[in-house]
């Protein structure tokens, strides 16, 4: 199970939180709580989730990375615990049909979809069936309706105040070990980076034995 610890108050501090690669355990990272209430990007690729139904409440979060996991529905669950998402990446998940991607119509701000190496992709008028069911997005797999590329700032998220996650810098390492004592993971900004595979280290706490 991935574990974060920290105190409440830089948690309730963060707004950008990258857990890339770890692992999770039935579909839960452990400490991920709804005490995360500013967090605005999440990024938990290739951590092995096949379930949703776990995730927080997370109000302002906008930009969610969910790919290369084992997800095949129980989408439902964005809408109710994070409403306000405008940019979701779903690539590489085990997405088949329409009807797994039907409960995203309940998200309204959504703006862009991803759903690259997907199974659903295959289906014949696969893009224009998307837009039709979900007409509040603009941008499916990088391309709009008239397959016009999204802007580089789709890409990026627009409420994030922090660096985005290939911006972490190995030069800052040791500024970072010597303000916050953290071995797992750097805070940058108001970010918080993983650094290692199977451990979340956050203010000071190291990996969980």
């Given at each position: 199970t991935l574990i974060i610890e920290s105190s409440s108050v830089i948690i309730r501090n963060i707004v950008e939180l990258v857990v890339?690669?770890?692992?999770?355990a039935d579909g839960e990272v452990e400490g991920l709580t709804d005490e995360f209430s500013t967090l605005e990007f999440l990024s938990m690729v290739n951590v092995g989730l096949n379930s949703l139904s776990k995730l927080p409440s997370l109000p302002k979060l906008r930009k969610l990375e969910l790919s290369d996991n084992n997800l095949s529905g129980s989408l439902e669950t964005l809408s109710e615990k994070c409403p306000n998402l405008t940019y979701l990446n779903l690539s590489g998940?085990?997405?088949k049909e329409l009807s797994n991607v039907e409960a995203?119509?309940?998200l309204k701000n959504l703006?862009?979809?991803?759903?690259?190496n997907c199974e659903i992709t295959s289906l014949d008028d696969y893009r224009e069936s998307v837009f039709e069911l979900l007409p509040q997005v603009t941008y499916l797999d990088g391309f709009?309706?008239?397959?016009?590329e999204a802007p580089?700032?789709?890409d990026e998220d627009e409420g994030g105040t922090g660096s985005a996650a290939g911006d972490y810098?190995?030069?800052d390492d040791d500024d970072?070990?010597?303000e916050d004592g953290s071995e797992g993971g750097e805070v940058v900004g108001r970010g918080f980076q993983v650094n290692r595979a199977d451990q979340v280290g956050r203010s000071g706490c190291g990996p969980q034995v």
């Open positions: 890339d690669n770890s692992r999770s998940n085990k997405i995203l119509v309940n703006q862009s979809l991803d759903l690259f709009d309706h008239e397959d016009n580089d700032s789709e810098d190995d030069e970072e070990d010597d």
